[in-house]
Each structure stands twice: as structure tokens, then as C-alpha cells.
């Protein structure tokens, strides 16, 4: 789906939007107003994904919902209280215990069947929280933007492809390189 166009949702809400090579299976929670297109999103899912290379053909899950799911998971997954605007579960892990995509160096090899995708993880964004830190000026990669709530939600997306893909922002290297793929990715949406 290239034409801009959200695609139809299933029983349950979701919609598979394919980019290149690879599957976005996008969830809306019933609750949550998004206000990007389905498709945008997925498009700088993708390309978020062939920047940090990841293997193709390979799917990614996103999930588009609100404070109080983030919260939930933030606490159940990490051990914090409150909610957070991304949460990043991957599935591929690499031999040295840390998320990467399948084919990169250290990354666990298996042989899938012929046509078969490798799920990559899923990422959970609330859209309730890119709103707020858009309409207070706590948005971007420093938490001082004023930008609108589209540009903070694609951010998100993309923040969250790349933990699936391993890119991680805990030591100054790391997050200087991370905030500049995220830039290079953002830049061709």
C-alpha cells in the first residue's frame, strides 16, 4: 500500500501495510484517534527498519494506543511507574543476549520456510502521550521540540523500530548515533 490510503482493518482493528519487503501489522486501539495516516506510519516504520538493516523479508508489529496501556506495560515489562510514550518488545536476539535483526553480526540464525517472514517484535506507541509532549514543547529527540503531534508520533515510530533492531541510546556513543539515524530516517518521510 504506497497510495497514502489507510487499508482496511480486520475483525479485530488491525491492518497489514506492506513496504518493501516488509509487513507493518498495525494496530488502532478503538479508543485512539491517530492523527497520521496508518500507511505514513508504516512507511517510516519500514524505513526505519531497512536503515538499521534488518532482514527481508520480515515483519513488525505497531500498536497505537494510550497512557494508560503504556503504563500498564512500562510497570508488567520494566519496573516503572507511569506511562511512557514507546515501548519496544523485540523477538530476534543475538548470541550476545542483546535485540538485533536477524542476519547482523552475533544475531540468532534459523532457516524459516520457503516465503516465510521472521517477526521482528512489536513496538507500543501512546498516542495520548506524543500528543501531550507535542502540545507542551517535550517533544524530539532532546524533549525540548515544539512540533506537531504527527512529527512526534513518526518520531516515536521510528525510535521504537530501531530498539527492535538492537539500537539502544544508554551510553553517549549509542544515543548519538541512534538520534542520527532517527534524523536520516525522518528526513525522507
Not at 506495560?73 to 543476549?97: K, R, Y
Not at 516515536?156 to 539515524?181: I, K, Q, S, T, Y
Request: aromatic fraction near 4%.
Amino acid at each position: 500500500m504506497t497510495d497514502g490510503a489507510d487499508p482496511p482493518r480486520d475483525a479485530e482493528g488491525g491492518r497489514s501495510v506492506y513496504v518493501g519487503g516488509y509487513r507493518l501489522d498495525v494496530v488502532v486501539r478503538p479508543h485512539v484517534a491517530v492523527p497520521v495516516p496508518v500507511a505514513r506510519l508504516a512507511r517510516v516504520a519500514a524505513r526505519a527498519l531497512a536503515a538499521a538493516g534488518a532482514s527481508v523479508p520480515s515483519s513488525l508489529g505497531l500498536v497505537l494506543s494510550d497512557d494508560a496501556e503504556l503504563a500498564t506495560l512500562n510497570e508488567a515489562h520494566l519496573g516503572h511507574e507511569g506511562p511512557t510514550d514507546v515501548l519496544s518488545f523485540p523477538l530476534v536476539v543475538s548470541t550476545d543476549g542483546n535485540a538485533g535483526p536477524p542476519g547482523a553480526a552475533g544475531s540468532v540464525a534459523f532457516v524459516l520456510p520457503p516465503g516465510r517472514r521472521v517477526h521482528l517484535g512489536d513496538v507500543i506507541v501512546s498516542v495520548e502521550r506524543a500528543r501531550a509532549q507535542a502540545a507542551e514543547g517535550r517533544g524530539g529527540q532532546t524533549g525540548d521540540v515544539r512540533w506537531s503531534v504527527g512529527d512526534e508520533l513518526r518520531l516515536l515510530v521510528v525510535h521504537g523500530a530501531l530498539h527492535v533492531c538492537g539500537w539502544d541510546h544508554a551510553e553517549p556513543g549509542d544515543e548519538a548515533a541512534m538520534r542520527e539515524l532517527e534524523r536520516e530516517v525522518l528526513a525522507t518521510d
